[in-house]
Protein backbone atom coordinates (compact mmCIF):
# COMPACT_ATOMS: atom_id res chain seq x y z
CA UNK A 1 0.00 0.00 0.00
CA UNK A 2 1.28 3.46 -1.31
CA UNK A 3 0.64 6.49 0.70
CA UNK A 4 2.00 10.03 -0.05
CA UNK A 5 3.80 11.57 2.85
CA UNK A 6 6.41 14.84 2.55
CA UNK A 7 9.85 14.29 3.53
CA UNK A 8 9.06 15.51 7.10
CA UNK A 9 6.29 13.75 7.77
CA UNK A 10 8.53 10.84 6.84
CA UNK A 11 11.63 11.88 9.17
CA UNK A 12 8.37 11.78 11.69
CA UNK A 13 8.09 8.37 10.76
CA UNK A 14 11.02 7.14 10.90
CA UNK A 15 12.37 8.80 14.09
CA UNK A 16 13.37 6.03 16.51
CA UNK A 17 14.07 8.43 19.97
CA UNK A 18 11.70 7.62 22.41
CA UNK A 19 9.92 10.70 22.94
CA UNK A 20 9.28 12.33 19.53
CA UNK A 21 7.77 16.11 18.69
CA UNK A 22 6.42 16.66 15.03
CA UNK A 23 5.10 20.28 14.03
CA UNK A 24 5.25 23.80 15.03
CA UNK A 25 3.61 25.72 12.79
CA UNK A 26 0.23 24.83 10.75
CA UNK A 27 -0.37 23.22 7.84
CA UNK A 28 2.80 21.11 8.24
CA UNK A 29 0.77 18.02 7.66
CA UNK A 30 0.99 16.48 11.75
CA UNK A 31 -2.35 15.25 11.81
CA UNK A 32 -1.86 12.93 8.70
CA UNK A 33 1.85 11.64 9.54
CA UNK A 34 0.11 11.19 13.02
CA UNK A 35 -2.26 9.06 11.19
CA UNK A 36 0.25 7.57 8.75
CA UNK A 37 2.78 6.33 11.08
CA UNK A 38 0.10 4.93 13.14
CA UNK A 39 -1.58 2.82 10.43
CA UNK A 40 2.30 1.86 9.97
CA UNK A 41 3.19 0.27 13.34
CA UNK A 42 -0.25 -1.32 13.59
CA UNK A 43 0.34 -3.46 10.35
CA UNK A 44 3.96 -3.72 11.43
CA UNK A 45 3.41 -4.94 14.92
CA UNK A 46 0.06 -7.29 14.95
CA UNK A 47 -1.73 -7.20 18.06
CA UNK A 48 -0.46 -3.60 19.36
CA UNK A 49 -1.47 -1.27 21.07
CA UNK A 50 -1.75 2.24 20.50
CA UNK A 51 -3.16 5.41 22.05
CA UNK A 52 -3.78 8.85 20.51
CA UNK A 53 -4.89 11.52 22.55
CA UNK A 54 -7.26 15.06 22.23
CA UNK A 55 -8.19 16.89 24.92
CA UNK A 56 -11.97 16.04 24.19
CA UNK A 57 -13.49 13.71 21.88
CA UNK A 58 -15.04 16.12 20.19
CA UNK A 59 -11.83 17.26 19.09
CA UNK A 60 -11.08 13.66 18.26
CA UNK A 61 -14.03 13.00 16.06
CA UNK A 62 -13.85 16.31 14.04
CA UNK A 63 -10.06 15.42 13.09
CA UNK A 64 -8.24 12.79 13.46
CA UNK A 65 -11.54 10.38 13.76
CA UNK A 66 -12.96 11.64 9.97
CA UNK A 67 -9.62 11.59 8.55
CA UNK A 68 -8.80 7.83 9.49
CA UNK A 69 -12.10 6.44 8.60
CA UNK A 70 -11.32 8.00 4.96
CA UNK A 71 -7.13 6.63 5.26
CA UNK A 72 -6.92 3.04 6.50
CA UNK A 73 -8.21 0.77 4.64
CA UNK A 74 -12.01 -0.80 5.25
CA UNK A 75 -9.86 -4.39 4.23
CA UNK A 76 -8.11 -4.28 7.27
CA UNK A 77 -9.49 -1.72 9.77
CA UNK A 78 -12.86 -0.84 11.68
CA UNK A 79 -13.80 1.88 13.60
CA UNK A 80 -16.14 1.04 16.86
CA UNK A 81 -17.49 4.65 17.25
CA UNK A 82 -19.44 3.37 20.78
CA UNK A 83 -16.29 2.88 22.05
CA UNK A 84 -13.75 4.57 20.67
CA UNK A 85 -11.83 1.89 19.44
CA UNK A 86 -10.67 1.11 15.96
CA UNK A 87 -9.23 -2.76 15.10
CA UNK A 88 -7.11 -4.17 12.39
CA UNK A 89 -7.53 -7.64 11.33
CA UNK A 90 -4.20 -8.62 12.41
CA UNK A 91 -5.09 -8.01 16.10
CA UNK A 92 -3.86 -4.79 16.50
CA UNK A 93 -6.20 -1.72 17.95
CA UNK A 94 -6.00 1.91 18.56
CA UNK A 95 -7.85 3.53 21.39
CA UNK A 96 -9.19 6.67 20.47
CA UNK A 97 -8.75 8.82 24.39
CA UNK A 98 -9.56 11.84 25.46
CA UNK A 99 -7.87 14.12 29.02
CA UNK A 100 -9.96 17.24 29.32
CA UNK A 101 -8.73 16.92 33.30
CA UNK A 102 -6.13 16.01 34.92
CA UNK A 103 -8.00 13.48 37.14
CA UNK A 104 -8.85 12.00 33.32
CA UNK A 105 -5.31 10.08 33.49
CA UNK A 106 -6.45 8.09 35.99
CA UNK A 107 -8.66 6.12 33.30
CA UNK A 108 -5.56 4.95 31.97
CA UNK A 109 -3.92 3.69 35.41
CA UNK A 110 -4.47 0.02 34.52
CA UNK A 111 -3.88 0.31 30.34
CA UNK A 112 -0.65 -0.69 28.73
CA UNK A 113 0.45 0.36 25.23
CA UNK A 114 3.12 0.18 22.37
CA UNK A 115 2.90 3.88 21.49
CA UNK A 116 0.66 6.67 22.66
CA UNK A 117 0.07 9.70 20.22
CA UNK A 118 -0.64 12.92 21.87
CA UNK A 119 -2.53 15.58 18.54
CA UNK A 120 -1.64 19.19 19.52
CA UNK A 121 0.53 18.38 23.25
CA UNK A 122 0.58 21.95 24.21
CA UNK A 123 -3.19 21.43 24.94
CA UNK A 124 -1.95 19.30 27.77
CA UNK A 125 -0.37 19.82 30.93
CA UNK A 126 3.14 18.28 32.07
CA UNK A 127 1.40 16.24 34.76
CA UNK A 128 -0.72 14.38 32.05
CA UNK A 129 2.12 13.68 29.78
CA UNK A 130 4.31 12.32 32.68
CA UNK A 131 1.84 10.41 34.02
CA UNK A 132 0.58 8.57 30.12
CA UNK A 133 4.02 8.05 30.05
CA UNK A 134 4.16 5.25 32.40
CA UNK A 135 1.55 3.68 30.88
CA UNK A 136 4.23 3.08 27.60
CA UNK A 137 4.65 -1.25 28.84
CA UNK A 138 4.13 -4.69 27.43
CA UNK A 139 5.49 -8.10 27.13
CA UNK A 140 5.89 -8.01 23.40
CA UNK A 141 8.79 -6.34 22.78
CA UNK A 142 7.46 -4.26 20.67
CA UNK A 143 9.02 -0.66 20.26
CA UNK A 144 8.26 1.74 22.86
CA UNK A 145 7.55 5.52 21.78
CA UNK A 146 5.09 8.60 22.75
CA UNK A 147 4.87 10.27 19.58
CA UNK A 148 3.21 14.27 19.56
CA UNK A 149 2.35 17.22 17.30
CA UNK A 150 1.40 20.08 17.77
CA UNK A 151 1.83 24.01 16.99
CA UNK A 152 3.25 26.90 19.43
CA UNK A 153 0.41 27.87 22.38
CA UNK A 154 -1.55 26.59 24.95
CA UNK A 155 -1.68 25.73 28.49
CA UNK A 156 1.64 23.81 28.05
CA UNK A 157 3.81 26.03 25.58
CA UNK A 158 6.35 26.66 28.43
CA UNK A 159 6.81 22.76 29.66
CA UNK A 160 6.97 21.19 26.43
CA UNK A 161 9.43 24.11 24.81
CA UNK A 162 12.10 23.17 27.74
CA UNK A 163 11.22 19.19 27.18
CA UNK A 164 12.02 19.62 23.44
CA UNK A 165 12.91 22.54 22.23
CA UNK A 166 15.46 24.67 24.27
CA UNK A 167 17.69 21.65 24.95
CA UNK A 168 19.20 20.78 21.23
CA UNK A 169 18.94 22.05 17.84
CA UNK A 170 15.86 21.07 15.92
CA UNK A 171 16.48 17.24 13.87
CA UNK A 172 18.90 16.78 16.69
CA UNK A 173 18.10 13.37 19.16
CA UNK A 174 19.27 14.24 22.68
CA UNK A 175 19.21 11.96 25.80
CA UNK A 176 17.59 13.77 28.94
CA UNK A 177 16.00 12.01 32.25
CA UNK A 178 16.69 8.13 30.52
CA UNK A 179 15.51 9.04 27.92
CA UNK A 180 15.99 9.92 24.15
CA UNK A 181 13.81 12.87 22.93
CA UNK A 182 13.78 14.60 19.27
CA UNK A 183 11.66 18.15 17.60
CA UNK A 184 11.03 17.49 13.73
CA UNK A 185 9.80 21.09 12.82
CA UNK A 186 7.38 21.31 10.13
CA UNK A 187 5.80 24.07 8.52
CA UNK A 188 3.15 24.97 6.01
CA UNK A 189 6.03 25.46 3.28
CA UNK A 190 7.24 22.00 3.71
CA UNK A 191 3.69 20.33 2.81
CA UNK A 192 3.44 20.34 -1.04
CA UNK A 193 0.48 19.26 -1.03
CA UNK A 194 -1.32 21.57 1.22
CA UNK A 195 0.45 24.43 -0.78
CA UNK A 196 -0.76 22.85 -3.99
CA UNK A 197 -4.30 21.96 -2.85
CA UNK A 198 -4.96 25.28 -1.13
CA UNK A 199 -2.37 28.18 -1.85
CA UNK A 200 -4.51 30.79 -0.70
CA UNK A 201 -3.40 28.81 2.86
CA UNK A 202 -1.34 30.84 3.32
CA UNK A 203 -1.92 34.25 3.00
CA UNK A 204 -5.21 33.81 5.27
CA UNK A 205 -2.18 32.90 7.73
CA UNK A 206 0.02 36.15 6.68
CA UNK A 207 -3.16 38.19 7.51
CA UNK A 208 -3.17 37.16 11.04
CA UNK A 209 -2.15 39.01 14.33
CA UNK A 210 1.31 39.57 14.69
CA UNK A 211 1.69 36.71 17.80
CA UNK A 212 -0.75 34.07 15.91
CA UNK A 213 1.20 34.56 13.02
CA UNK A 214 4.45 33.66 14.40
CA UNK A 215 3.01 30.68 15.79
CA UNK A 216 1.18 29.05 13.37
CA UNK A 217 2.54 29.73 10.37
CA UNK A 218 6.35 30.06 11.25
CA UNK A 219 6.43 27.73 14.33
CA UNK A 220 7.71 30.20 16.67
CA UNK A 221 8.25 28.75 20.08
CA UNK A 222 9.38 32.15 21.77
CA UNK A 223 6.26 34.22 22.04
CA UNK A 224 4.12 34.99 25.50
CA UNK A 225 2.85 38.03 26.43
CA UNK A 226 4.94 39.94 28.42
CA UNK A 227 8.09 38.88 26.87
CA UNK A 228 10.96 41.53 26.81
CA UNK A 229 12.86 40.37 23.71
CA UNK A 230 9.65 39.25 21.20
CA UNK A 231 11.95 40.01 18.78
CA UNK A 232 14.10 37.00 19.23
CA UNK A 233 13.26 34.46 16.64
CA UNK A 234 15.41 31.24 16.16
CA UNK A 235 15.39 31.12 12.89
CA UNK A 236 16.52 35.13 12.50
CA UNK A 237 18.62 35.15 15.14
CA UNK A 238 19.92 31.50 15.11
CA UNK A 239 23.23 29.66 12.78
CA UNK A 240 24.82 26.70 12.10
CA UNK A 241 28.42 26.41 13.98
CA UNK A 242 31.07 27.35 11.59
CA UNK A 243 35.09 27.92 12.20
CA UNK A 244 35.37 31.40 13.46
CA UNK A 245 38.89 33.09 11.53
CA UNK A 246 41.34 33.69 13.00
CA UNK A 247 41.05 37.66 12.05
CA UNK A 248 38.05 38.15 13.51
CA UNK A 249 37.87 40.00 16.86
CA UNK A 250 37.19 37.78 20.33
CA UNK A 251 35.91 38.56 23.07
CA UNK A 252 34.76 36.76 26.66
CA UNK A 253 31.65 38.12 28.74
CA UNK A 254 30.41 36.78 31.91
CA UNK A 255 28.07 36.68 35.17
CA UNK A 256 29.52 35.06 37.67
CA UNK A 257 27.54 34.04 41.14
CA UNK A 258 27.88 30.77 43.20
CA UNK A 259 24.70 29.69 41.54
CA UNK A 260 25.77 30.41 38.02
CA UNK A 261 28.37 30.97 36.09
CA UNK A 262 27.42 32.37 32.13
CA UNK A 263 30.57 32.94 30.30
CA UNK A 264 29.68 33.95 26.69
CA UNK A 265 32.75 34.19 24.15
CA UNK A 266 31.48 36.21 21.17
CA UNK A 267 33.29 37.37 17.67
CA UNK A 268 33.33 40.03 15.37
CA UNK A 269 32.49 39.76 11.76
CA UNK A 270 34.53 42.41 9.35
CA UNK A 271 30.81 43.92 8.77
CA UNK A 272 30.06 44.45 12.44
CA UNK A 273 27.59 41.34 13.12
CA UNK A 274 27.64 39.78 16.17
CA UNK A 275 28.32 35.92 16.54
CA UNK A 276 27.88 34.53 19.70
CA UNK A 277 29.58 30.84 19.35
CA UNK A 278 30.50 29.51 22.48
CA UNK A 279 28.82 29.13 26.35
CA UNK A 280 29.81 27.80 29.44
CA UNK A 281 26.55 28.07 31.85
CA UNK A 282 27.67 25.89 35.37
CA UNK A 283 26.26 26.39 39.05
CA UNK A 284 27.96 25.53 42.28
CA UNK A 285 31.54 26.76 40.75
CA UNK A 286 34.22 28.69 43.16
CA UNK A 287 36.11 31.47 41.80
CA UNK A 288 39.05 29.20 41.33
CA UNK A 289 36.88 26.19 40.01
CA UNK A 290 35.17 29.01 37.65
CA UNK A 291 38.69 30.48 35.97
CA UNK A 292 40.00 26.93 35.54
CA UNK A 293 36.61 26.00 33.66
CA UNK A 294 36.72 29.14 31.51
CA UNK A 295 40.32 28.60 30.73
CA UNK A 296 39.45 24.76 29.62
CA UNK A 297 36.86 26.17 27.66
CA UNK A 298 38.67 28.96 26.19
CA UNK A 299 41.17 26.34 24.37
CA UNK A 300 43.72 28.38 22.12
CA UNK A 301 41.74 31.19 21.49
CA UNK A 302 42.92 34.66 21.38
CA UNK A 303 40.60 37.00 23.49
CA UNK A 304 40.81 40.91 22.99
CA UNK A 305 38.69 41.43 26.27
CA UNK A 306 37.27 39.74 29.15
CA UNK A 307 34.41 41.55 30.33
CA UNK A 308 32.46 41.52 33.16
CA UNK A 309 29.91 43.83 35.43
CA UNK A 310 31.32 46.24 38.29
CA UNK A 311 29.90 44.50 41.18
CA UNK A 312 33.00 41.78 40.91
CA UNK A 313 35.42 44.65 41.96
CA UNK A 314 33.44 45.26 45.24
CA UNK A 315 36.17 43.62 48.14
CA UNK A 316 35.44 41.28 49.96
CA UNK A 317 35.16 41.97 54.09
CA UNK A 318 36.83 38.59 54.13
CA UNK A 319 39.64 38.37 52.31
CA UNK A 320 39.76 42.08 51.63
CA UNK A 321 40.33 41.07 47.33
CA UNK A 322 37.63 41.90 44.79
CA UNK A 323 36.55 38.54 42.48
CA UNK A 324 37.84 40.35 40.00
CA UNK A 325 41.27 39.43 41.78
CA UNK A 326 40.48 36.18 42.66
CA UNK A 327 39.61 35.62 39.24
CA UNK A 328 42.97 37.35 37.97
CA UNK A 329 44.85 35.00 39.85
CA UNK A 330 43.30 32.56 38.32
CA UNK A 331 44.38 33.68 35.02
CA UNK A 332 41.29 35.21 34.04
CA UNK A 333 41.38 39.63 33.67
CA UNK A 334 38.42 41.46 33.37
CA UNK A 335 37.71 44.58 31.53
CA UNK A 336 34.73 46.41 33.79
CA UNK A 337 31.21 46.50 31.37
CA UNK A 338 28.29 49.09 32.27
CA UNK A 339 25.67 47.97 35.03
CA UNK A 340 23.44 50.37 33.34
CA UNK A 341 20.53 47.57 32.84
CA UNK A 342 17.97 49.61 31.11
CA UNK A 343 20.73 50.92 28.19
CA UNK A 344 22.50 47.52 27.73
CA UNK A 345 18.40 46.08 27.00
CA UNK A 346 18.44 48.38 24.52
CA UNK A 347 21.80 47.51 23.20
CA UNK A 348 20.52 43.84 22.76
CA UNK A 349 17.76 45.16 20.92
CA UNK A 350 19.66 47.25 18.60
CA UNK A 351 21.30 44.02 17.66
CA UNK A 352 18.59 41.90 17.43
CA UNK A 353 16.80 44.52 15.17
CA UNK A 354 16.04 43.24 11.40
CA UNK A 355 16.76 45.48 8.38
CA UNK A 356 13.99 45.50 5.24
CA UNK A 357 15.83 42.20 4.16
CA UNK A 358 14.92 40.42 7.44
CA UNK A 359 18.88 40.55 8.17
CA UNK A 360 20.09 41.02 11.97
CA UNK A 361 23.38 41.71 13.50
CA UNK A 362 23.22 39.26 16.74
CA UNK A 363 23.74 35.57 15.60
CA UNK A 364 23.94 32.72 17.89
CA UNK A 365 25.43 29.33 17.23
CA UNK A 366 22.49 26.65 17.84
CA UNK A 367 24.87 24.75 20.25
CA UNK A 368 24.56 27.76 23.00
CA UNK A 369 21.23 26.31 24.32
CA UNK A 370 21.22 28.44 27.62
CA UNK A 371 21.05 31.34 25.76
CA UNK A 372 18.52 30.61 23.41
CA UNK A 373 16.30 29.14 25.95
CA UNK A 374 16.93 32.30 28.77
CA UNK A 375 16.72 35.18 26.25
CA UNK A 376 13.43 35.23 25.13
CA UNK A 377 12.10 34.33 28.70
CA UNK A 378 12.90 37.29 30.39
CA UNK A 379 9.82 39.37 31.22
CA UNK A 380 8.91 42.65 31.37
CA UNK A 381 9.60 44.63 34.56
CA UNK A 382 5.68 45.77 35.06
CA UNK A 383 6.80 48.55 37.45
CA UNK A 384 9.71 49.68 35.26
CA UNK A 385 8.92 48.54 31.57
CA UNK A 386 12.21 49.16 30.32
CA UNK A 387 13.75 46.83 32.46
CA UNK A 388 13.58 43.55 32.84
CA UNK A 389 12.19 41.24 36.02
CA UNK A 390 15.30 39.72 37.96
CA UNK A 391 12.85 36.43 38.38
CA UNK A 392 13.09 33.86 37.76
CA UNK A 393 16.81 34.09 38.61
CA UNK A 394 17.85 30.90 37.12
CA UNK A 395 17.29 32.21 33.44
CA UNK A 396 19.12 35.97 33.89
CA UNK A 397 22.99 34.92 34.20
CA UNK A 398 23.26 34.29 30.60
CA UNK A 399 21.49 37.48 29.35
CA UNK A 400 22.94 39.33 31.89
CA UNK A 401 26.82 38.47 30.30
CA UNK A 402 25.06 38.90 26.67
CA UNK A 403 24.15 42.32 28.50
CA UNK A 404 27.35 43.46 29.57
CA UNK A 405 29.10 42.72 26.13
CA UNK A 406 26.21 44.27 24.04
CA UNK A 407 26.67 47.99 26.01
CA UNK A 408 30.47 47.73 25.48
CA UNK A 409 30.32 47.02 22.18
CA UNK A 410 27.64 49.53 20.81
CA UNK A 411 28.94 51.98 23.51
CA UNK A 412 32.80 51.69 23.54
CA UNK A 413 33.83 55.19 22.59
CA UNK A 414 32.00 56.41 25.69
CA UNK A 415 32.64 53.76 28.26
CA UNK A 416 36.09 54.65 27.75
CA UNK A 417 36.44 58.75 27.63
CA UNK A 418 34.35 58.07 31.24
CA UNK A 419 37.12 55.78 32.03
CA UNK A 420 40.02 58.40 31.18
CA UNK A 421 38.12 60.61 33.64
CA UNK A 422 37.88 58.90 36.32
CA UNK A 423 39.81 59.45 39.71
CA UNK A 424 40.69 56.29 41.39
CA UNK A 425 38.60 56.06 44.64
CA UNK A 426 39.78 55.19 48.34
CA UNK A 427 39.21 51.51 47.31
CA UNK A 428 40.60 51.43 44.39
CA UNK A 429 44.07 52.47 45.58
CA UNK A 430 43.67 49.89 48.48
CA UNK A 431 43.37 47.34 46.34
CA UNK A 432 46.33 48.97 44.28
CA UNK A 433 48.47 48.85 47.11
CA UNK A 434 47.73 45.15 48.45
CA UNK A 435 48.41 43.71 44.75
CA UNK A 436 51.17 42.26 43.69
CA UNK A 437 53.08 43.57 40.77
CA UNK A 438 51.03 41.43 38.23
CA UNK A 439 47.86 42.80 39.75
CA UNK A 440 48.90 46.07 40.27
CA UNK A 441 49.70 45.57 36.11
CA UNK A 442 45.99 44.70 35.44
CA UNK A 443 44.31 47.09 37.74
CA UNK A 444 46.46 50.28 35.81
CA UNK A 445 44.69 48.58 32.83
CA UNK A 446 41.48 47.88 34.04
CA UNK A 447 40.85 51.30 36.03
CA UNK A 448 43.30 53.48 34.15
CA UNK A 449 46.16 55.39 34.29
CA UNK A 450 45.41 57.33 38.43
CA UNK A 451 45.02 60.66 38.28
Not at 64 to 74: A, E, Q, W, Y
Not at 80 to 108: P, R
Amino acid sequence: MQIAVTEKQLSFLRADATEVLFGGAAGGGKSYGQLVDALRYAIRYPCSKQLILRRTYAELDKSLIRVSLGLFPKEIYTYNASSHVGKFKNGSLIDFGYCATENDVFQYQSAEYDVIRFDELTHFTEFQYIYLISRLRGTQGYPKQVKSSTNPGGVGHMWVKERFIDPAPPATVFSAENTTRIFIPSKIDDNLFLMKGDPDYKKRLLALPENQRRALLYGDWNIFEGQYFPEFSEETHTCDPFPIPDSWRRYRTVDYGLDRLSCLWVAIAPDGDVYVYRELCESGLIISEAAKRINEYNGKDKIYATLAPPDLWSRSQETGKSKAILFAQGGIHFTKSSNDRETGWLAIKELLKTDEEGHARLHVFRQCRELIRCLPMLQIDPLKPSDTLTEPHAITHAPDALRGFAITFTHPAREMEQKAKRRWSEDMWEDYKNAGREEQRYLKEKYGEPL
